[in-house]
Nanobody, 123 residues
């Protein structure tokens, strides 16, 4: 059983930055991802990173967000720069049982979830 604990959310003005962290128990090189749920919308995939630190991004965050991992610390990060009001959401960390990430863009591809952390961007 993998447990994920997120931290780093908060409130920031448009154009600002935040860094989210997700620390996992158990396997340290699983495919891991960040999802978010904007107010009144469905959960959407943001970024994912495989066990070899290859990453993929949703078009809406490409060039602004960076996902990275420290396998020794069992932690995945999401550096969010140039934040926009539309980035406001509850952000969730997720992990698979596999280190492979190919095509894993939907919530159903992930077995383990964190509790979520709120990010609010004001204009």
């Amino acid at each position: 059983q993998v447990q994920l604990v997120e931290s780093g959310g908060g409130s920031v003005q448009s154009g600002g930055s935040l860094r989210l962290s997700c620390t996992a128990s158990g396997n340290s090189n699983s495919c891991m991802a960040w999802f978010r749920r904007p107010p009144g919308k469905e959960r959407e995939w943001v970024a994912r990173i495989n066990g070899d630190s290859i990453s993929w991004y949703a078009d809406s965050v490409k060039g602004r967000f960076t996902i990275s991992r420290d396998n020794a610390e069992k932690t995945v990060y999401l550096q969010m720069n140039s934040l926009k009001p539309e980035d406001t959401a509850e952000y969730y960390c997720a992990a698979r049982d596999s280190k492979m990430c190919y095509g894993a863009r939907t919530p159903s591809a992930y077995s383990y979830w964190g509790q979520g952390t709120q990010v609010t961007v004001s204009s």
